[in-house]
């Protein structure tokens, strides 16, 4: 399985950004997709995720910003991320688990500045 991440840029506080993942290769039905974060200087973390059924988890920093969804085949992966902060700068990775395996994408960076 391959994740291709784009959508990542320089936005100034306050704004929006739309990521997207794609994947491709030996996809399942059964999967579950996030989003991961990690700053400068810190630990990998999560920001949100969607199973295959449509339900979602978000971290607490980010609730009530950002929206995670996927397209009907379930191959690509959104995280549509509204109001803006400094702290949401940070590379993205997006996430697939299916089967008993986890896949990575390359990251897209996200930069939030003035």
């Known amino acids: 399985v391959q994740l291709q991440a784009s959508g990542g840029g320089l936005v100034q506080p306050g704004g929006f950004l739309r990521l997207s993942c794609a994947a491709s290769?030996?996809?399942?039905?059964?999967?579950?997709m996030g989003w991961y974060r990690q700053a400068p200087g810190k630990q990998r973390e999560f920001v949100a995720r969607?199973?295959?059924?449509?339900?979602?988890n978000y971290a607490d920093s980010v609730k009530g910003r950002f929206t995670i969804s996927r397209d009907n085949a379930k191959t690509t992966l959104y995280l549509q991320m509204n109001s803006l902060k400094p702290e949401d700068t940070a590379v993205y990775y997006c996430?697939?688990?299916?089967?008993?395996?986890?896949?990575w994408g390359q990251g897209t960076l996200v930069t939030v500045s003035s």
């Open positions: 996430n697939r688990v299916q089967g008993w395996s986890t896949y």
């Open positions: 290769g030996s996809i399942l039905p059964i999967n579950i």
């Open positions: 969607i199973t295959n059924g449509g339900s979602t």
